[in-house]
Nanobody, 116 residues
Framework: QVRLVESGGGLVHPGGSLRLSCAASGSISRIVLLRWYRQAPGKQRELVADISTNGITNYSDSVKGRFTISRDNAKNTMYLQMNSLKPEDTAVYYC??????????WGQGTQVTVSS
């Protein structure tokens, strides 16, 4: 069993930065893809960014050039560096470690609020 613990959310002014962390405990040997999702009030959960085991990254168009996903294999931790934040980035951010339908784990979510 894998447990994911997120941290780093909070309140920030437009144009500011935050770094989210997602630390995994347990064996993640079957995990092939690490993802960040977000869900704003009244909206569906959307994929923000992902990173594969070989380091290939993908971003949604709405965050490309502003957000950076990374991972530290030694610490079993994934990060999301968020720069130039906008009010429309306000959402609950969730991390996801995916290996298959059986090996699919979620964090508890962390609130990010961008407001002046």
């Amino acid at each position: 069993q894998v447990r994911l613990v997120e941290s780093g959310g909070g309140l920030v002014h437009p144009g500011g930065s935050l770094r989210l962390s997602c630390a995994a405990s347990g064996s993640i040997s079957r995990i092939v893809l690490l993802r960040w999702y977000r869900q704003a009030p009244g909206k569906q959960r959307e994929l923000v960014a992902d990173i594969s085991t070989n380091g290939i990254t993908n971003y949604s168009d709405s965050v490309k050039g502003r957000f950076t996903i990374s991972r530290d294999n030694a610490k079993n931790t994934m990060y999301l560096q968020m720069n130039s934040l906008k009010p429309e980035d306000t959402a609950v951010y969730y991390c996801n470690f995916y290996g298959s339908a059986t090996y699919n784990y979620w964090g508890q979510g962390t609130q990010v609020t961008v407001s002046s």
